[in-house]
């Protein structure tokens, strides 16, 4: 089982580029790489997903390492609306009851 | 498309007390889930289903029993209800595609065990 490490929480200003990243030191070879986003009172949402190199759709970037030990979000100019947290996960269709969200990444934008 | 609904959206219960919380979805997923989630922390899985009649146990299965008896319906039961039981709770489905796999979460039900 691949566990996630992904800093507790970050700031940042409206406008700002966002990059948070995750390390996953022991990920499998068939694991892939997912971010969600919760907001108070709602469940979370998907983001983006990944396997290696790059992904990219329009709400985010996922950058991905030779490695895989880790990966970065980023965020292309936030909002306040941006404020969330961010959740990275790893696992494969074979984990289901191996999937854990963790405590996640409180990202707070500032005006 | 509805997407994953949960019923009821917030309950109060009384310490022993039972009740069931319905997960619906209209996706035709075969993956179903159900997370507690406490104040600050993550997410915690309680019980899954990959499939129409079948149920596994997750993370922090104990107090809590779950049925999947039609492919759209996930119930979430809690027959004594305990105050550490308070918590939001949310149902998940999920499909596959190769190896990755995307949930979609319902809206979240809001328990509290007095």
């Known amino acids: 089982l691949a566990k996630t490490t992904q800093p507790i929480s970050m700031d940042s200003y409206e406008g700002q580029e966002v990059n948070i990243t995750c390390s996953h030191n022991n990920i499998a070879t068939n694991d892939y790489i997912t971010w969600y986003q919760q907001f108070p009172s709602q469940g979370p949402r998907f983001i983006i997903q990944?396997?290696?190199t790059k992904v990219t759709n329009e709400v985010a970037s996922l950058f991905i390492p030779a490695d895989r030990k880790s990966s970065t979000l980023s965020l292309p100019r936030v909002s306040l609306s941006d404020t969330a947290v961010y959740y990275c996960l790893v696992g494969d269709d074979s984990s289901a009851s191996k999937i854990i969200f963790g405590s996640g990444t409180r990202l707070s934008i500032r005006p | 498309n509805a997407g994953v609904t949960q019923t009821p959206k917030f309950r109060v219960l009384k310490t022993g007390q039972s009740m069931t919380l319905l997960c619906a979805q209209d996706m035709n997923h075969e993956y179903m889930y159900w997370y507690r989630q406490d104040p600050g922390m993550g997410l915690r899985l309680i019980h899954y289903?990959?499939?129409?009649?079948?149920?596994a146990k997750g993370e922090v299965p104990d107090g809590y029993n779950v049925s999947r008896l039609k492919k759209q319906n996930f119930l979430l039961g809690l027959e004594s209800a305990a105050p550490s039981q308070t918590s939001v709770y949310f149902c998940?489905?999920?499909?596959?595609?190769?190896?990755?796999?995307?949930?979609?979460f319902g809206p979240g039900t809001r328990l509290l065990v007095l």
């Open positions: 998940a489905s999920s499909y596959l595609r190769e190896y990755q796999e995307t949930q979609y």
């Open positions: 990944g396997y290696k």
């Open positions: 289903s990959v499939g129409e009649g079948t149920t």
